[in-house]
């Protein structure tokens, strides 16, 4: 069981940064792959990007890929997510997910574990 909770999220102006954070509290963290998707309202959860458990390999999605970059800490049990040069259209509930796969894993059904989200709003 791992028990994952998001902060960091905010306010910030176009061409802004923000980093999240997510903190998980269970046993075997380091086994586990993180994702982040985000929700805009009147869309469905979109993938972000995926560290792996040793933190060696990374997915993001083209919409963010060189201006999000998402790394971890496994001694801390927590991963981040770096969002540099934000844009409006990046505004969403941002969530963490914990999943002991292999690969991509872009579809949200292949996670076992859910935070409970964290509002970015990125003024133009």
């Known amino acids: 069981q791992v028990h994952l909770v998001e902060s960091g999220g905010g306010l910030v102006q176009a061409g802004g940064s923000l980093r999240l954070s997510c903190a998980a509290s269970?046993?075997?963290?380091?086994?586990?792959?993180m994702g982040w998707f985000r929700q805009a309202p009147g869309k469905e959860r979109e993938f972000v990007g995926r560290?792996?458990?040793?933190?060696?390999?990374?997915y993001y999605a083209d919409s963010v890929k060189g201006r999000f970059t998402t790394s971890r800490d496994n001694a801390k049990k927590t991963v981040y997510l770096q969002m540099n040069s934000l844009k409006p259209e990046d505004t969403a509930v941002y969530y963490c997910?914990?999943?002991?796969?292999?690969?991509?894993?872009?579809?949200?059904?292949?996670?076992?574990?859910w935070g409970q989200g964290t509002q970015v709003t990125v003024s133009s």
């Open positions: 560290i792996s458990s040793g933190g060696g390999t990374k």
């Open positions: 997910a914990a999943d002991n796969g292999w690969g991509p894993a872009t579809d949200s059904s292949e996670y076992d574990y």
């Open positions: 269970g046993r075997f963290f380091s086994s586990y792959a």
